[in-house]
């Protein structure tokens, strides 16, 4: 038997070479190149061995219209977690195959057996594991209080025999933790290369059409935050989602990054105790939970995740440096889009940034991506750099240009009524943003501003007002 040829392959872009380098020359990363077998991996998953066989087969006939394809009312699984069906479009979709990835530790084992308990009383449940032992998986089962009859467990790491063992039981459900470990005997490579899980989900991919049967697959991620393996993996599987969240903070998000039957804009909350993970159906009055009243340097800010308005305490801290250099320090916000806000204030309003260490840090371990979030965090700079305190009822949103300007941010009224609930009386805003809104449905009071130095306006008119007022 002829020996495979060896090649290698970049886990970035895909790009080919006949030879290891550190380099790839088509998306210039570096030591993504790894080695692949394409004639062993063919031949192990059938296409080699039956491509030329049915290469000239007619299916035509297969070929449907669109009208006449039919859907069931009943497409879906209903999770039992609110928040794990809002992230995946309204429940897990029968033969679909769903990559939940995150950090070790992170949660994603735990959440997957609270799953299991719920969809175990009207469901089989198939638990297939690489890492763990069945004990090992009864113990954490037992101190989350999983004790459903139709959970079963399954410890091998051979993919095909477990896909095998999935076409012949056929259980409703199938839940792969993790892809990493498992293997397919006819590739060279070892466990979590990227043959192997490429391969591996493929194969998974096909079993969940054939038999309509959805599989939960666990995937580690690297040091950058991305899922271990290959990027075609992610292209293979119909949902992407990632567990966000610090390993010392309870809170975790559950975010997709990819999702073919919902929305990619949706998060669910959760917090980490003692018996698993818990919903967080109010994430912004868990957010705003301890927040320190009469301390400079503190603004709440609205940012809208999917359908979901979340508030969020924004603190910095200026202070003077000892370094030659200043040291710019941000949590959970874009270390870049704080340079230009820090630019944007010297420029265009004459704040002295320039000798002092600027900390900015966003409350629970949240993320703030949105660029509605600029205005909060200008005037948390702002307030930590005149050491003057915002007042505790003063929330704004917007985006900032590098004129200084206010830019329009969508989705106002939700960011309002969120902040209303909440007992917030004042909102700074941007101005074409208030044009648009219909003031008379809101019961706080609305500050319309242009730039930034309107907004400061505003916010010294505030305070000024507040001392009088005490």
Not at 199 to 215: D, G, H, R, S, V
Not at 372 to 389: F, I, R, T
């Amino acid at each position: 038997m002829a020996k495979a040829k060896i090649h290698y392959e970049c886990t970035a872009c895909g790009a080919e070479y006949m030879k290891w380098e550190g380099q790839c020359r088509q998306c210039g990363a570096w030591n993504t190149i790894e080695e692949a077998l394409p004639e062993v991996l063919s031949a192990v998953t059938g296409v080699h061995a039956a491509g030329n066989a049915h290469r000239t087969a007619d299916y035509s006939a297969q070929i449907r219209e669109l009208a006449d394809v039919g859907v069931n009312e009943d497409i879906r699984y209903d999770t039992g977690i609110s928040e794990f069906n809002r992230v995946l479009g309204g429940g897990l979709v029968k033969g679909s195959v769903v990559l939940l990835g995150g950090e070790p530790g992170i949660g994603k084992s735990t959440l997957l057996l609270q799953v299991c308990q719920y969809l175990g009383e009207s469901h089989s449940v198939l638990y297939v594991s690489g890492e763990e032992s069945a004990r090992q998986i009864k113990l954490r089962a037992m101190r989350l209080g999983v004790d459903t009859e139709s959970l079963y467990l399954l410890t091998l790491s051979d993919a095909e025999a477990v896909c095998s063992t999935i076409m012949e039981t056929e259980p409703d459900i199938v839940i792969i933790d993790s892809i990493q470990t498992m293997h397919i005997s006819g590739i060279v490579s070892g466990s979590g290369s990227v043959p192997q899980v490429r391969e591996c989900t493929n194969l998974f991919m096909q079993t969940a059409k054939a038999k309509e049967i959805p599989i939960l697959l666990v995937g580690h991620v690297t040091k950058e935050g991305s899922i271990a393996g290959p990027k075609v993996m992610e292209h293979i599987v119909d949902a992407v989602l990632i567990f966000e969240g610090e390993r010392y903070q309870s809170m975790r998000i559950l975010r997709a990054v990819k999702n073919r039957f919902g929305s990619t804009n949706e998060i669910g909350v959760f917090e980490m105790n003692d018996k698993g993970l818990s919903e967080v159906k109010n994430p912004s009055a868990m957010l705003l939970d301890g927040r320190p009243i009469g301390v400079s340097g503190t603004c709440v800010g609205c940012m809208i995740e999917g359908s979901r308005p979340i508030l969020a305490e924004i603190q910095a801290l200026v202070s003077k440096s000892n370094l030659s250099s200043p040291r710019r320090t941000a949590t959970g916000y874009d270390y870049n889009r704080v340079c230009i806000l820090l630019a944007v204030l010297e420029k265009r309003l004459g704040l002295y940034f320039g000798a002092l260490d600027v900390y900015l840090n966003i409350i629970g371990g949240f993320r703030l991506n949105e660029p509605a979030g600029d205005l909060a965090v200008a005037l948390s700079l702002y307030s930590a750099l005149m050491d003057k305190p915002i007042p505790e009822t003063v929330i704004a949103f917007g985006e900032i240009g590098l004129g200084g300007e206010l830019r329009s941010v969508s989705n106002a009224a939700l960011r309002i009524q969120e902040a209303e609930r909440l007992g917030f009386r004042m909102c700074i805003l941007p101005r074409q943003t208030l044009k648009s809104l219909q003031t008379e449905r809101f019961a706080m009071q609305l500050e319309g501003v242009s730039n930034l130095k309107q907004a400061f306006a505003v916010l010294e008119k505030c305070s000024a007002q507040m001392k009088k007022d005490t």
